[in-house]
Nanobody, 117 residues
């Protein structure tokens, strides 16, 4: 089991910024990929950004240039810095971790981000 604890969601006006945090109880070196997904009301969950244990990153087209995923290997924490937020970014954001050895796919409970116009 890899418990994931998210924090940092809240209310923000369009153009503002938020930073989400995802703390893992296990060393993130054992997790091949960590990332953020989001789900807006009435929509399917979609990928936002991922980062591998080697530091490679990938972003959805909708957030490129605005969001940045990063990690702190000492704190076993992954961050999502969200800038220039838009109303369409409003969603529940979920932290995700995937592992190849002892394959697993883990999710946090989610944190709500609401962007007002």
């Amino acid at each position: 089991q890899v418990p994931l604890v998210e924090s940092g969601g809240g209310l923000v006006q369009a153009g503002g910024s938020l930073r989400l945090s995802c703390a893992a109880s296990e060393s993130i070196f054992r997790l091949n990929t960590m990332g953020w997904y989001r789900q807006a009301p009435g929509k399917q969950r979609e990928l936002v950004a991922t980062i591998t244990n080697g530091g490679s990153t990938n972003y959805a087209d909708a957030v490129k240039g605005r969001f940045t995923i990063s990690r702190d290997t000492v704190k076993n924490t992954v961050y999502l810095q969200m800038n220039s937020l838009k109303p369409e970014d409003t969603a529940v954001y979920y932290c995700n971790a995937r592992r190849v050895v002892l394959p697993g796919n883990y999710w946090g409970k989610g944190t709500l981000v609401t962007v007002s116009s």
